[in-house]
């Protein structure tokens, strides 16, 4: 008999989407606000201007038009409306390559409909590995995520942010220095916590 073909698992083992939204909202408050790894994030994971979008995509090119929607809502959206959105792809770019190779074309996509300037992306991944760090650094968790995600910020944001807070370059490396005192395992005890 011939073996079974790879496919997606079956939609039992999904994630539902209320429990990827719990899961990341999880993961905004214990790493991003409770290690205050972004010291701006603590108003906004109260607020509704914080959007939080799982898309069910599994296929590339559902995976580019779910993050194309969202670039168009926060671009119509006044910021009291939507400051921020974090777009969560729980059944897609599981491999950091393929995730890596996404975020290239994202960003190439904010050039071409001339955006640089006015949003940003950052990146989020289970498997998040910064390049020339060593592979068990501690420093990878702070772009680890329970899913792979993409933050779209609006510049002017992050720059009034930046202004009004002191020695914003040195905001990295205490970052660092946070994760390093934890530890890797402690670290990756957080975020398998966050599963249950």
Known sequence: MPAEPESMPSSELLPSIAEVERKSLGWVSAFVVGLNLCPFARPLLASDALRLKVSEATEDQDVAAALLDEIELIQKASEEEIATTLVVFPNALSRFDAYLAFLDGAQQL??????????????????????????????????RAPFPMIHLLREDMVTRALETFPNPEKIPERNIQTLEGLGRERLQQMLTALEH
């Not at 498997?127 to 060593?134: L, N, W």
């Open 110 to 143: 904010l050039e071409e409909m001339d955006l640089l300037g006015v949003l940003q992306l950052a990146s989020f991944h289970p498997d998040y590995q910064f390049a020339r760090e060593p592979e068990d650094a501690a420093s990878h968790y702070t772009n």
